[in-house]
């Protein structure tokens, strides 16, 4: 069992900046390092959108959309996600959640419906 808490959402002009956190608690014998972790965004009425992954290893992967703009970390000592987000557009508006998922070799976009462990979500607005 995993849960997840989103924090650092909010309203930014374009061209601004902001940073998101997320608190992994596991409730298991695995640790935090077994996981690969990611943050998603979903806009009403449209399907959720991965947008960066990090692996066990530590290594990162980005949806073309936010490549060079946003960067993804995890801090095994803190246990906390981070999503960067440099040089916001209007269209990176979105509820943003972080994801878990045991990492298998399966740390991939493509894997988005096997993610068993959500957080409640850090809304992100970026005005024109």
Do not use: H
Not at 64 to 82: E, K, Y
């Amino acid at each position: 069992q995993v849960q997840l808490q989103e924090s650092g959402g909010g309203s930014v002009p374009a061209g601004g900046s902001l940073t998101l956190s997320c608190t992994v608690v596991i409730f298991s014998m695995n640790d935090f390092d077994s996981y690969c972790l990611g943050w998603f965004r979903q806009v009403p009425g449209k399907e959720r959108q991965g947008v960066a992954l990090i692996n066990r290893g530590g290594f990162p992967t980005y949806a073309d959309a936010v490549s060079g703009r946003f960067f993804i970390s995890r801090n095994s000592a803190r246990r906390t996600l981070i999503l960067r987000m440099n040089g916001l557009k209007p269209e990176d508006t979105a509820m943003y959640y972080c994801g878990a998922l045991f990492d298998s070799g399966t740390c991939g976009f493509e894997n988005e419906s096997e993610f068993p462990y959500w957080g409640q979500g850090t809304k992100v607005t970026v005005s024109s």
